[in-house]
């Protein structure tokens, strides 16, 4: 799932039901917002506000997170839904396959806003039990079903009656609106389950190593789309009401609840087939099939990309992508059936910009590689889907780079996640990318871009260390072993360092388990051909140097080039301690020496001067790549509160920033920054376009090529 990070979205406050069956409302289905709880009563439409002042100053303490007992487990679900698009209700009939490990008088679900009208057992070959009671945890989001006599071990089926409601919370089984092209509105019937609401939908085991196989059939209006996470099968009339359908679809593979979808609604597509034969749609609002195809085109590039970099091929017979009207997140990698914000996926060809267009490709390329790395091996709980996400947003912009390589794309990778998660893991309130989850509630709390951004940084950073070819053969190795299963962030250090030989477990720990990142202090000494490097970590903090005796350190993989090939890396190590020295053979007294060549290493450097100075007629000449002329002012705008003598760190930024062609506008920018003392406002020159010094500069700026700059954020900022 792609969260749209930064951005605060708005839901409907209040909720409009009109019941029209009593059973539906059997319990008090709770909203529970900032300042109000709404309740709904039994068999009305009665509202109750309650503020905040009823409430005494102490919570009660939360009972702790037990998960699913394993003595019932599912091993497929025939699912049958009815939406009412009218009255925004449903009705659902689950037959569910499953295996008693151990013999119980009960089974215990998840489920949530949902009434159970009738459930029994059918044991295989024998008599259907009929469950004597229905008890709803709603705190735990659990109903346990009991059974008048012990289920024995074996096979059986699990029949259960429902009701729900089409819910206006933009999660689980809820209502979209659109207006159709004559400004009529009308809503749609859509899905939104990651991480835990597909208990909205249906009862269910939903927890994501809880993995069945699903039978899905929808009963819709003949005159609405209706898709599912499979192919179609059957489409026939429906024997009680002449004014619907029913639509059946493919058994699907064995997948986690999370990854189910439906959508019902009216919809125009245009399609297309992959070279390696799978069936591509875009899905767009009615009369606008025109705006999905750039990321049809995307999509249809990607698939084959992914199949060849993983070795194994897409395992579903067809995909769709489809536009949602009321989407809270930027889209969600649904197996076969992706859902998209609008932004995230429509082009207007006549008048979308080009970042638009980068946007589109890149959520693209995030949600298909998922349909691999999350879907076909899912993460075991949800404490390790840091690494579904950094993974999807570091192969994202590889994928992209592949498909369009005029974007420039990794540019802008280190110009927008890179720098930004450097910017805030040095913060003191940051957190580690990998923080045990207990309760799937926590999930919401890490996930910001700590969890994507730094994660995508240092799974790029693992990717130039352990080189591309042993990456792909240990990637297909991880999924070969775990497709249609689960696994933790260890199994893949575990494939990874066998396709290697490296130690990539003990490496990556160092950068998972521990919150921020070191500052790599550089000097150097010549010694006839021969150049000696002195390399020392220690940890970097925006308020200033790190304090206390137990300093951490990180197993940090450095690499370094010179002004012989300033694009090729010329010497690898491994910095597993706090100092050490490196000799690099043959590199004469004129040649410049770049750590960190391209930019990827998670870490700040901080050069001596003399090296410094050796540097800039790489700048001047440009034959230090734009990437590198960005990280080098970055580290260097990132260091500058740190210094004792700020006027000594103003000169060495002067020489750096001197191969700029607009030195009025880059003496305001210096002036501002020396200013302030806030890394962030130092790091964002967006906020340095903003400033009263320097905004009257802007078109200045908007002159600058991107290669006559030190970095993108001269140029970029303005664009």
């Given at each position: 799932?792609?969260?749209?990070?930064?951005?605060?979205?708005?839901?409907?406050?209040?909720?409009?039901?009109?019941?029209?069956?009593?059973?539906?409302f059997?319990?008090?289905?709770?909203?529970?917002?900032?300042?109000?709880i709404?309740?709904?009563?039994?068999?009305?439409t009665?509202?109750?506000?309650?503020?905040?002042?009823?409430?005494?100053?102490?919570?009660?303490?939360?009972?702790?997170?037990?998960?699913?007992?394993?003595?019932?487990?599912?091993?497929?679900?025939?699912?049958?839904?009815?939406?009412?698009?009218?009255?925004?209700?449903?009705?659902?009939?689950l037959?569910?396959?499953?295996?008693?490990?151990?013999?119980?008088?009960?089974i215990?679900?998840?489920?949530?806003?949902?009434?159970?009208?009738?459930a029994?057992?059918?044991?295989?070959?024998?008599?259907?039990?009929?469950?004597?009671?229905?008890?709803?945890?709603?705190?735990?989001?659990?109903?346990t079903?009991?059974f008048?006599?012990?289920?024995?071990?074996?096979?059986?089926?699990l029949?259960?009656?429902?009701?729900?409601?089409?819910?206006?919370?933009?999660?689980?089984?809820?209502?979209?609106?659109?207006?159709?092209?004559?400004?009529?509105?009308?809503?749609?019937?859509?899905?939104?389950?990651?991480?835990?609401d597909?208990?909205?939908?249906?009862?269910?085991?939903?927890?994501?190593?809880?993995?069945?196989?699903?039978?899905?059939?929808?009963?819709?209006?003949?005159?609405?789309?209706?898709?599912s996470?499979?192919?179609?099968?059957?489409?026939?009339?429906?024997?009680?009401?002449?004014?619907?359908?029913?639509?059946?679809?493919?058994?699907?593979?064995?997948?986690?609840?999370?990854?189910?979808?439906?959508?019902?609604?009216?919809?125009?597509?245009?399609?297309?087939?992959s070279?390696?034969?799978?069936?591509?749609?875009?899905y767009?609002?009615?009369?606008?099939?025109?705006?999905?195809?750039?990321?049809?085109?995307?999509?249809?590039?990607t698939?084959?990309?992914?199949?060849?970099?993983?070795s194994?091929?897409?395992?579903?017979?067809?995909?769709?992508?489809?536009?949602?009207?009321?989407?809270a997140?930027?889209?969600?990698?649904?197996?076969?059936?992706?859902t998209?914000?609008?932004?995230?996926?429509?082009?207007?060809?006549?008048?979308?910009?080009?970042?638009?267009?980068?946007?589109?490709?890149l959520?693209?390329?995030?949600?298909?590689?998922?349909?691999?790395?999350?879907?076909?091996?899912?993460?075991?709980?949800?404490t390790?889907?840091?690494?579904?996400?950094?993974?999807?947003?570091?192969?994202?912009?590889?994928?992209?780079d592949?498909?369009?390589?005029?974007?420039?794309?990794?540019?802008?990778?280190?110009?927008?996640?890179?720098?930004?998660?450097?910017?805030?893991?040095?913060?003191?309130?940051?957190?580690?990318?990998?923080?045990?989850?207990?309760?799937?509630?926590?999930?919401?709390?890490?996930?910001?871009?700590?969890?994507?951004?730094?994660?995508?940084?240092?799974?790029?950073?693992?990717?130039n260390?352990?080189?591309?070819?042993?990456?792909?053969?240990?990637?297909?190795?991880?999924?070969?072993?775990?497709?249609?299963?689960?696994?933790?962030?260890e199994?893949?250090?575990?494939?990874?360092?066998?396709?290697s030989?490296?130690?990539?477990?003990?490496?990556?720990s160092?950068?998972?388990?521990?919150?921020?990142?070191?500052?790599?202090?550089?000097?150097?000494?010549?010694?006839g051909?021969?150049?000696?490097?002195?390399?020392s970590?220690?940890?970097?903090?925006?308020s200033?140097?790190?304090?206390?005796?137990?300093?951490?350190?990180?197993?940090?993989?450095?690499?370094?080039?010179?002004?012989?090939?300033?694009?090729?890396?010329?010497?690898k190590?491994?910095?597993?301690?706090?100092?050490t020295?490196?000799?690099?053979?043959?590199?004469?007294?004129?040649?410049?020496?770049?750590?960190?060549?391209?930019?990827?290493?998670?870490?700040?450097?901080?050069?001596?001067?003399?090296?410094?100075?050796?540097?800039?007629?790489?700048?001047?000449?440009?034959?230090?790549?734009?990437?590198?002329?960005?990280?080098?002012?970055?580290?260097?705008?990132?260091?500058?509160?740190?210094?004792?003598?700020m006027q000594?760190?103003?000169?060495?930024?002067?020489r750096?920033l001197?191969?700029?062609?607009?030195?009025?506008?880059?003496?305001?920018?210096?002036?501002?920054?020396?200013?302030?003392t806030?890394?962030?406002?130092?790091?964002?020159?967006?906020?340095?376009?903003?400033?009263e010094?320097?905004?009257?500069?802007?078109?200045?700026?908007?002159?600058?090529?991107?290669?006559?700059?030190?970095?993108?954020?001269?140029?970029?900022?303005?664009?």
């Open positions: 799932m792609l969260l749209v990070l930064g951005r605060r979205v708005s839901l409907s406050f209040v909720k409009r039901v009109n019941p029209q069956d009593p059973v539906l059997s319990k008090p289905i709770l909203l529970n917002f900032r300042t109000n709404f309740r709904v009563i039994h068999s009305s009665v509202f109750a506000s309650v503020t905040r002042s009823n409430y005494t100053d102490t919570m009660p303490e939360r009972r702790p997170f037990v998960r699913l007992p394993t003595d019932v487990y599912p091993v497929n679900y025939g699912l049958s839904l009815k939406p009412d698009l009218i009255d925004f209700t449903f009705e659902g009939k037959e569910a396959i499953v295996e008693v490990t151990l013999a119980t008088n009960q215990v679900m998840n489920c949530a806003d949902i009434d159970i009208i009738t029994s057992f059918v044991p295989e070959g024998a008599e259907e039990i009929n469950a004597t009671g229905f008890n709803y945890q709603n705190e735990d989001e659990k109903v079903l009991s008048p006599s012990a289920l024995q071990k074996g096979s059986g089926t029949k259960i009656d429902f009701v729900g409601e089409l819910n206006d919370k933009m999660k689980g089984f809820y209502r979209s609106k659109y207006a159709n092209p004559s400004g009529e509105i009308r809503y749609a019937a859509v899905t939104q389950f990651e991480a835990t597909a208990r909205r939908a249906f009862p269910c085991w939903d927890e994501p190593a809880i993995k069945a196989t699903f039978d899905i059939s929808l009963i819709v209006p003949k005159d609405r789309v209706a898709l996470n499979m192919n179609v099968l059957d489409r026939k009339p429906y024997p009680e009401d002449d004014s619907l359908v029913e639509v059946k679809f493919a058994t699907t593979p064995i997948m986690s609840t999370y990854l189910v979808a439906f959508v019902i609604g009216e919809y125009d597509f245009v399609e297309a087939q070279s390696d034969g799978v069936t591509v749609r875009v767009t609002p009615t009369g606008k099939a025109e705006q999905g195809k750039f990321a049809l085109e995307v999509a249809v590039k698939l084959p990309f992914y199949k060849d970099y993983f194994v091929p897409y395992p579903l017979p067809k995909i769709d992508l489809i536009a949602i009207a009321d989407f997140a930027g889209a969600m990698e649904n197996w076969g059936l992706v998209y914000r609008e932004t995230a996926l429509l082009i207007d060809p006549r008048n979308s910009c080009s970042s638009s267009r980068q946007w589109v490709a959520v693209v390329g995030h949600e298909l590689a998922h349909q691999w790395f999350g879907n076909l091996v899912t993460m075991e709980w949800w390790h889907l840091w690494l579904n996400e950094g993974f999807a947003s570091w192969i994202e912009y590889l994928c992209v592949h498909c369009f390589p005029e974007y420039d794309i990794w540019t802008q990778f280190v110009s927008a996640d890179y720098t930004r998660a450097l910017d805030l893991d040095a913060l003191d309130n940051s957190h580690p990318i990998e923080v045990n989850v207990g309760h799937p509630s926590e999930v919401d709390e890490i996930f910001d871009a700590i969890s994507y951004s730094k994660g995508a940084s240092v799974i790029r950073m693992l990717h260390y352990i080189g591309d070819e042993d990456f792909r053969k240990g990637m297909h190795s991880y999924l070969l072993k775990f497709q249609h299963k689960n696994a933790a962030t199994d893949l250090w575990d494939c990874l360092e066998q396709a030989g490296k130690p990539i477990a003990q490496v990556m160092s950068w998972t388990k521990q919150m921020g990142f070191p500052i790599i202090v550089v000097n150097q000494e010549q010694q051909d021969d150049r000696i490097l002195k390399i970590q220690k940890k970097f903090c925006a200033g140097p790190h304090e206390g005796e137990d300093c951490p350190n990180w197993m940090v993989p450095v690499s370094i080039c010179t002004s012989e090939d300033p694009g090729c890396t010329k010497l190590v491994l910095l597993d301690s706090p100092e020295t490196i000799t690099i053979n043959n590199v004469s007294p004129d040649q410049w020496v770049k750590i960190n060549p391209g930019t990827v290493g998670f870490y700040r450097i901080q050069y001596s001067s003399a090296m410094l100075e050796s540097l800039l007629p790489g700048v001047r000449d440009l034959t230090l790549l734009p990437v590198d002329r960005l990280g080098l002012q970055n580290d260097l705008f990132s260091l500058l509160h740190k210094q004792a003598d000594e760190e103003k000169n060495r930024i002067e750096v001197g191969a700029i062609s607009a030195p009025d506008l880059i003496q305001k920018v210096l002036t501002f920054a020396l200013s302030v806030s890394l962030a406002v130092i790091s964002d020159l967006h906020n340095v376009c903003c400033h010094d320097v905004k009257d500069e802007t078109n200045a700026a908007r002159e600058l090529p991107l290669h006559c700059s030190v970095g993108l954020p001269f140029y970029a900022v303005v664009s």
